[in-house]
């Protein structure tokens, strides 16, 4: 992780730079404004790395004799038959659509989005999957 806070510092660095030349160049609010909120993010995060890297052991990404094998494992959970995500995605479709077409299409989106969220939400929590 130390490497990688280093590197959002010095994203940050660079950002800072672009957005005070950019900002007194081009004396425009907008792209001045998103280039120091890019900065703010990116120091966030590169403290934050920074921060939980001196907290954890060293990972194989800071050993420079680390081989890919080194980081193998157990990445998590993930659910290899989920349908809720498509429901989602189809929800935020319609959703994105009432933007273009009409706002009365949110009524279709939300219950769809909503029920999809219970679903994947609670989707362990009924039928032959169910925790004990």
Do not use: C
């Not at 993010?41 to 934050?48: A, Q």
Request: hydrophobic residues 55%.
């Amino acid at each position: 992780m130390k490497i990688q806070g280093k590197m959002f510092v010095w994203l940050s660095a660079f950002l800072l730079v672009v957005a005070i030349v950019y900002g007194v160049w081009s004396k425009e609010p907008a792209g001045t404004t998103a280039l120091f909120l890019a900065f703010g993010l990116s120091i966030m995060v590169g403290f934050y790395l920074g921060f939980t890297a001196r907290r954890v052991d060293v990972g194989p990404q800071d050993n420079k004799e680390a081989d890919v094998a080194d980081d193998a494992g157990e990445l998590g959970f993930f659910s290899p038959h989920s349908w809720q995500p498509l429901g989602l995605g189809l929800g935020g479709a319609v959703a994105f659509l009432s933007v273009a077409v009409g706002w009365w299409l949110m009524y279709f989106a939300a219950p769809l989005i909503l029920l999809s969220i219970w679903g994947w939400v609670f989707e362990y929590y009924r039928g032959e999957n169910r925790t004990q």
